[in-house]
């Protein structure tokens, strides 16, 4: 696989992770992947389709797929960010002797990843059902059988959107105020991010 130039300069710049974000380019590089940026970071495909992206944090670089929980992980080195992505999974490093030390594993959970692109596999999406709704807005749903009806006529994905916006806060004082906030938006029939 080439190089993709708009990602040059990416590679190319001091930054942290540096040394771990060229070594893992070198791996990926040597499959039969497409090189894009995405999302700002460096993205590869097959077929058009996502399968691997490298990106970093604060205290790691990670190999992200994008449909990791349907992967098998022998190794147990796949993580799960939080308890809401729900397809996504990363391999973290601290260094570039961990990718070098793992580049045989590294290459067979791209092979497996592609494979299960290929095969068009998926992860059941989840139920509207299944989203646990904070205190203080159920108690506002409760006193309010127009906003419920709003809520419910609104898209599975638009009302988890809500229902994360709504749980972030750690003080209820603060998931009040986004709630109320939000209270015209849903009666608008809009999602979080609508325009």
């Known amino acids: 696989m080439t190089t993709n130039p708009d990602l040059d300069a990416f590679f190319a710049k001091p930054q942290p992770w540096q040394d ?27 077929n058009g389709r996502n399968i691997t992206l490298i990106h970093g944090f604060k205290d790691y670089c990670a190999l992200l797929f994008f ?8 190794h147990a080195i796949l993580i799960q960010q939080t ?4 397809s996504a999974r990363q391999i973290r490093f601290t260094g570039a002797a961990d990718i070098t030390a793992l580049e045989d594993v590294l290459k067979s959970y791209v092979a497996e990843a592609m ?24 108690a506002i749903l409760a006193d309010h059988p127009d906003l419920r009806t ?12 809500y229902n994360l916006f709504f749980t972030a806060p750690k003080q209820s004082q603060t998931r009040t105020a986004r709630v109320e906030k939000s209270i015209p938006r849903i009666l608008d029939g809009k999602g979080l991010d609508d325009r």
Do not use: H
């Open 20 to 46: 771990e974000y060229r070594a893992l380019r070198a791996l990926l590089l040597g499959l039969p992947l497409t090189e894009e940026r995405k999302w700002g970071w460096p993205c590869y495909t097959a």
């Open 83 to 86: 308890d809401n992505v729900q």
């Open 67 to 74: 449909k990791g929980a349907l992967m098998p992980d022998p």
């Open 150 to 161: 709003a809520f419910e006529a609104l898209t599975p994905g638009r009302q988890r959107a």
């Open 115 to 138: 494979a299960i692109d290929a095969a068009g596999l998926k992860l059941p999406k989840r139920s509207p059902d299944a989203l646990v709704y904070p205190d203080e807005f159920t």
